[in-house]
C-alpha cells in the first residue's frame, strides 16, 4: 500500500517560518497530484493547498496564498510545504495526501493519507 510521511512540523513564532515535507513509498509517485490538508482542534479538516503531478500546476486557500508554496521532488517521492509568515491561526495538524488524476480542493478525492504532523505558532 501507499505510505505517506510527514515532517518538519514544529513549534515557531509568529512570522516565523517552516518547511514540511511529505515522503511517499509504496507505490508509483509520479503520476499523482498531491495536497496539504490541516486541522486544528475542535474543527473540521481544511484543505491548505494542492500540486498536479508535473508540477506545474497549483492550488492553495485564500488564508495562505503569497505565505505558503507547494512545490515537489518526483525523483525523491517527496513534496513540499514552505510556509512563511506563520500566523497563531495556522496552528493544526498538517496532513499530505495523494490521489490519481487532476488536484482538487475536495477532501473526499484524496486517496492515500499521510499521519499528520503538527505545527504550532505562538503569538
Known sequence: ???????????????????????????????????????APGKERE???AIDWSGGNTICTDSVKGRFTISRDNAKNTVYLQMNSLKPEDTAVYYCATKSGYITTVTTRYMYWGQGTQVTVSS
Open 1 to 39: 500500500q501507499v505510505q505517506l510521511v510527514e515532517s518538519g512540523g514544529g513549534l515557531v513564532q509568529a512570522g516565523g517560518s517552516l518547511r514540511l515535507s511529505c515522503a511517499a513509498s509504496g507505490r508509483t509517485f509520479t503520476k499523482d497530484a498531491m495536497g496539504w490538508f490541516r486541522q
Open 47 to 49: 484543505f491548505v493547498s
